[in-house]
């Protein structure tokens, strides 16, 4: 295992406009993510900063000059996390995430974040200051053996339908999205498939190469039966997470991403 490489960058601003359904800005205060994920799609992030080393053994930590007038963000979305995770373990000692929340806090935006870790319970004392603020955790298989061979993330022992009961008392929306493999980490998943679970290549070659959508109807199916048992909302619409937070919580299905495209964003604010 290489030594985590890190390095301390400055940076003009941290406020990057985004063209993402679900924000105005995305907002990411590291370069690069100790987690490791194989799967990461941020990876392409390798290509604009220089970086050779193998995704996951470096993070650039951000600096950035504070950030004047914080209220002309004000009714304006900010999706921290979109290409690193903002509670990685560097976090604790860097606190730059926290950094940021305590610029922005007054300010009247709205604020979601995206994280694989528990480390972001240490800041709800400031989440809970800003409007409307959403938190999500990415859990991205079944199995645990498998995860430990994906990447460094916090430990998971429950399956789809456990994770919603679990959850659904704890949260307002629960994303099911599918893996999502483009551009060079997509031969590493399917030599990883072939060599440890050959049994499910024919699977993988249907949804990845054929681009069969045969396994995400199916489950499609089942959950909407599933959440229909339990009392909950299903929904397919891309603009669902503009929505009010609801009882029972909203499952959305976010299996098909070519269904998602950028004028999402701009018909979700017509209706809110």
Request: with cysteine; net charge negative; charged share 30%.
């Amino acid at each position: 295992m290489c030594d985590l490489v890190i390095k301390e960058i400055e940076t003009k601003s941290v406020l990057t406009k985004s063209n993402l359904p679900v924000a105005d800005y995305s907002v990411n205060p590291y370069g690069g993510c100790a987690h490791a994920c194989k799967y990461c799609y941020a990876s392409f992030m390798k290509r604009f900063t220089g970086h050779e080393e193998e995704w996951g053994t470096f993070v650039d930590v951000k600096n950035w000059p504070d950030i004047k007038n914080p209220q002309k963000y004000a009714g304006k979305e900010l999706f921290i996390g979109s290409v690193t995770d903002p509670y990685q373990p560097l976090e604790e000692t860097y606190e730059r995430t926290r950094t940021l929340l305590k610029q922005m806090q007054g300010s009247g935006c709205t604020i979601s974040i995206a994280t694989k870790s528990d480390l972001v319970v240490r800041d709800l004392d400031l989440i809970k200051t800003f409007p409307n603020a959403r938190v999500s955790w990415s859990i991205n298989t079944l199995d645990e053996d498998f995860k430990n061979d994906m990447d460094k993330g916090v430990s998971i022992d429950t399956d789809i339908k456990e994770i919603i009961l679990r959850a659904k008392s704890q949260c307002n929306l629960v994303w099911l999205e599918n893996l999502n493999l483009r551009g060079g980490y997509k031969s590493v998943i399917m030599d990883y498939i072939k060599e440890k679970y050959p049994n499910l290549l024919p699977l993988y070659e249907d949804i990845y190469t054929k681009k069969d959508r045969a396994y995400w109807s199916q489950l499609d199916e089942e959950m909407r039966a599933f959440t229909k048992e339990q009392g909950l909302i299903y929904v397919r619409d891309d603009d669902s997470i503009k929505r009010p937070f609801e009882e029972p919580p909203i499952i959305v299905n976010y299996f098909f991403h070519e269904e998602l495209t950028p004028s999402a964003k701009k018909a979700a604010k017509k209706r809110t």
